[in-house]
């Protein structure tokens, strides 16, 4: 099974997906773990690129492209293959962040994300997709209090490219999760990321066994 975790900047994605992982892991699930941009030794680089503050005048169409070079690179070399050998597979992002980001919050054209999204992925669809909402000054708040305490999951450093962005780009983006989440209900949970940690691990853990009992 495949599942990513999306959202806005500083909802919870990388915490959530660490606990997750550690008590699947110990459930005795084959649990594999990776994240986008990166999750390959050519992804990483490119990722690196991508974040960096320096890069302010990246053009929005490089942008996409760089993200989906990334993504076809990870699924060749790693996704595709463990499920195949039969892994459960937790993704700190994947193509549904290239739809929000870079469709709604750039305003690129959707139907080309679209067909980009399909190619870089190989088709590859998430089998579940848990899209952790809440507000856009509550990501904010989050992340900076992360930069007051390096020392939490996923934390330190200094504000990335995407997170200089102004407030409004953020809202795009969380509004067209939302819609996203509409069209794909198929696949797309909401859960509501305004709760404190083990409130949201537990509507995450609740989508989680759900999906995997359908499969089983
Ligand atoms: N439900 C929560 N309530 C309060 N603080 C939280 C919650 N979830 C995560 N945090 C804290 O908020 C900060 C951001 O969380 P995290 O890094 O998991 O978010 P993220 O979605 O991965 O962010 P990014 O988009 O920057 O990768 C961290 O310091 C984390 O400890
Ligand atoms: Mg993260």
């Known amino acids: 099974m495949f599942v990513s975790f999306e959202g806005i900047e500083g909802c919870g994605k990388t915490t959530q997906m ?8 110990g459930e005795g699930y084959p649990v594999v773990v990776t994240r986008e941009p990166g999750g390959t030794g050519i992804g990483e680089q490119v990722r690196s690129i991508l974040l960096a503050p320096e890069c302010g005048n990246m053009d929005p169409m490089a942008e996409l492209l760089l993200y989906e070079a990334c993504r076809a690179q990870l699924i060749a ?12 597979v937790l993704c700190d992002r994947y193509f549904d962040a290239t739809t929000a980001y870079q469709g709604y919050g750039r305003g690129l054209d959707l139907d080309l994300i679209e067909r980009l999204n399909d190619a870089a992925g190989h088709g590859i669809e998430p089998d579940l997709t848990i899209l952790l909402d809440c507000p856009v ?12 305490d390096g020392s939490s999951r996923g934390g330190g450093g200094t504000p990335d490219r995407m997170e200089t962005e102004d407030r409004a780009f953020h809202e795009r983006i969380r509004q067209g999760y939302l819609r996203l989440a509409e069209e794909k209900g198929h696949r797309i949970r909401v859960v509501d990321a305004s709760e404190g940690v083990e409130e ?13 009992k359908e499969r089983e």
């Open 77 to 88: 070399e790693r996704i595709r293959p463990e499920l195949e050998a039969g892994s459960l």
């Open 137 to 148: 000054e509550t990501g904010f708040e989050r992340i900076r209090s992360r930069y007051r």
């Open 18 to 25: 660490g606990l997750a992982a550690e008590r699947l892991a």
């Open 200 to 212: 949201v691990y537990g509507q995450i853990m609740d989508c989680l066994h759900q999906a995997l």
